[in-house]
């Protein structure tokens, strides 16, 4: 079977976007696909952030991705701090990465063109993540388009240490979400629906309860005229719950759009999908809440079946560079 990896940074909170693109695909595909799935947590540490939320919110996400179905028996479930091989392959990375190439990556670019205290992590992090994904030999990577420039220097950097150094890893390849992955913000559709969004009212929350999400589905920003009609460069708001609504039903935002004439009778559809699809994930959040050994236990368990599985590719790789075994 194909190895698939997908990682959770623990910043902000998972919504509707990150359930439908990531979570639920992990699901649906965990019986047929050798996947590993892991809390980026040292990747939450490139930016200013408070320790103890970084804590909560990593054993936070962990409990959602158990409570939307992911099975610790079945995917390979980590932290990726809990696997020091992680940041023992991101050092012999870095001796294969040009300064350039790091310094081109997006985010970096971003924020330090704003000014004001940029950390070196936010330069190397990209590195990091190469390291994630080459660590597991790893096949397969599910991105959206703003996560493609970080595999492609994973596959830079992986086929430059084989054509150097030997062949050492498995050259990983993007595969492209569902529909609906790209879900937009409720209140700014021209944006995307985000973790850390400055306005609560536009994301929909894994743990919101189901008069929230109702509540902020019915809120939503649509768009002038009356036509229901998938349309996202015209009615960019109508057309994000059109996404929605098809996500949840497993049908396409053209078909769906058939279905209704008002902009009310859409929003109603909405809000009963949403309720439908999130309300038994934060049952069982509450349900796992109340018992954190169990997920603390996944974990360990996890870590120590990862600690193993990514000794032999640090051995290969350390020989392979010209390092002196103990």
């Keep these: 079977m194909p ?4 990682g959770f940074t623990p910043s902000g909170d998972l919504h509707f976007g990150n359930y439908i693109g990531a979570i639920a695909p992990i699901v649906s595909a965990q019986a047929d696909t050798d ?11 490139t930016l200013e952030h408070d320790p103890a939320q970084v804590r909560r919110r990593t054993l936070e996400f962990a409990t959602l991705l158990l409570a939307a179905g992911a099975d610790p028996d079945t995917c390979l479930f980590l932290v990726q ?13 870095e001796c294969a990465t040009g300064f350039g190439e790091a310094q081109r990556m997006i985010q970096f670019r971003e924020k330090s063109r704003r000014g004001g205290r940029v950390r070196v992590s936010l330069l190397t992090y990209p590195i990091l993540m190469a390291a994630d994904i080459l660590l597991y030999d790893t096949d397969e990577v599910p991105v959206g388009e703003d996560q493609n420039q970080h595999l492609e220097l994973a596959r830079d950097v992986a086929e430059r240490f084989n054509a150097r150094y030997g062949p050492t890893f498995t050259v990983p390849k993007a595969v492209t ?11 700014t559709p021209g944006e995307k629906m985000s973790k850390s969004a400055a306005s609560p009212a536009g994301a929909l929350r894994l743990l919101d309860e ?14 002038a005229g009356t036509d229901v009609t998938y349309d996202p460069e015209h009615k960019p708001g109508v057309s994000n719950l059109l996404t929605i609504l098809a996500a949840c039903t497993g049908d396409t935002p053209q078909r769906v759009a058939g279905r209704f004439d008002r902009y009310g009778e859409l929003k109603e559809a909405v809000a009963d999908a949403v309720v439908a699809t999130l309300a038994p994930v934060r049952e069982r959040y509450l349900e796992l809440a109340d018992d954190p050994e169990y997920v603390r236990a996944a974990l360990r368990k996890g870590a120590e079946r990862a600690r193993e599985l990514a ?4 051995r290969t790789a350390k020989a392979a560079i010209g390092l002196l075994p103990p």
């Design 311 to 314: 000794s032999e590719r640090i």
């Design 177 to 187: 979400p569902p529909v609906a992955a790209r879900v937009m913000d409720l209140a």
């Design 81 to 93: 701090s809990h696997v020091p091989q992680h940041t023992e392959l991101h050092y012999l990375l």
């Design 35 to 45: 996947t590993v799935v892991f809390i980026s947590d040292l990747h939450a540490l």
């Design 3 to 6: 190895r698939r990896l997908t």
């Design 210 to 223: 189901p008069r929230v999400l109702r509540r902020k589905v019915m809120r939503a920003v649509t768009d």
